[in-house]
């Protein structure tokens, strides 16, 4: 499956005339490499040198004792610590033809301790292949949608352990937290709209605060390197509004256009569609407010919804395989 990726990324290398592509991988940004590879950077970062044929090197700014557990999570040909990311692929690519580019996945985000020696050595050369990647990147393949699945389900099980009569945050996020840690979640994220009727603004929770009677949770959740996202509202006496807003959400998710068939309970407030397609795990590829393009047929996303219900807003989320000529395919 790793080869396929890879093969797939050199085949579109070599058509656009790239002598090597560069990825950086750090843990706010580990997807690219973890897509082509499995390796995550949990503490540290790395770069990726792939040539248009053969197995890819990483350079990893880990010290040697990390190296055998490097090599038996990843798939790659050769791991080199290195001290210095920039000065170690310099090596890698100043021999190579005058004429080969450089590739670069999002060259504008590269750090500068990276991007420095590169410009020195490569100058005009230096290209961001962010486009090429992305053409290869989506739609998902099976093994992906899998994992993502199984993401979903630990989201799913982990709101489900939210105790019934909940009074405070720190009884959510708790339950939260040990659901999907005994259920081998490797990262969660969690924000909180603790009180629906005060605001619906998710956010990362300081300290606690008392919960109303309407509250939004919403868990970014990794597995084996594949994201998911999910939103729920929560109540101890949820009002049957809610349910009529879940059925219209569910169809529009996965309707052909982005649109269901029939009007929403309500207004339509906000909607975004994120989608891996470069180095960070989720990317907005549609919104309400832009970009609006069309998203390819099988392309693994997280939709996220409000509604302004006329007994007050509701929020969802999770993930969806987009659909084409048919209907798309909700995870959650």
């Known amino acids: 499956m790793l080869d396929g990726r890879l093969a797939r990324l050199q085949a579109r290398m070599r058509e656009a005339g790239l002598g090597v592509l560069l990825i950086y991988t750090s843990f706010a940004r580990p997807s690219a490499v973890a897509w082509l590879t499995h390796f995550v950077p949990y503490w540290n970062e ?9 197995a890819p090197t990483l350079l990893a700014a880990f010290s040697k004792r990390m190296h055998d557990w490097i090599r038996s999570v990843s798939h790659v040909g ?45 100058g005009e050369r230096l290209t961001d292949a962010s486009e090429l990647f992305a053409s290869i990147r989506q739609p ?19 709101i489900a352990s939210i105790p019934h009569g909940a009074v405070r945050a720190s009884e959510v996020l708790a339950a939260i937290e040990r659901s999907v840690r005994h259920d ?22 300081e300290g606690d605060c008392h919960l ?6 919403e868990l970014s959740i990794a597995y084996k390197a594949a ?18 807003a879940q059925r219209w959400t569910s169809d529009w998710a996965t309707g052909t256009t982005g649109v269901s068939g029939g009007p929403p309970p309500g207004a339509l407030a906000f909607w975004t569609l994120e989608a891996c397609v470069g180095t960070r795990p989720f990317s907005v590829v549609g919104s309400a407010i832009g970009p609006r393009g069309t998203v390819a047929p099988g392309t693994l996303a997280c939709y996220a919804v409000q509604l302004q219900l006329a007994d007050g807003p509701w929020l969802s989320g999770g993930p969806v395989v987009v659909g084409g000529e048919g209907p798309g395919r909700l995870l959650a």
């Not at 081998?184 to 929770?205: K, M, S």
């Not at 109303?212 to 949770?217: E, K, L, P, S, T």
């Open 78 to 122: 050769e791991v080199r610590s290195v001290a210095a990311l920039g000065r170690a692929a310099v090596d890698m690519v100043e021999n190579l033809p005058a004429a080969s580019a450089v590739g670069v996945i999002e060259l504008d985000a590269l750090p500068w301790t990276v991007a420095e020696p590169l410009l020195a050595c490569c």
């Open 212 to 217: 109303g009677g309407r509250y939004a949770i």
């Open 140 to 158: 998902a393949d099976d093994t992906e949608i899998r994992l993502a699945q199984k993401a979903a389900d630990i989201a799913g099980r982990a």
């Open 227 to 244: 994201w998911v996202r999910v939103a729920r509202c929560l109540s101890p006496n949820a009002p049957p509004s809610w349910k009529q």
């Open 46 to 54: 790395g770069l990726l040198v792939v040539p248009p044929a053969g």
């Open 184 to 205: 081998g979640a490797e990262e969660v994220l969690q924000r909180i709209a603790p009180d629906l009727g005060g605001g619906t603004t998710l956010r990362r929770l």
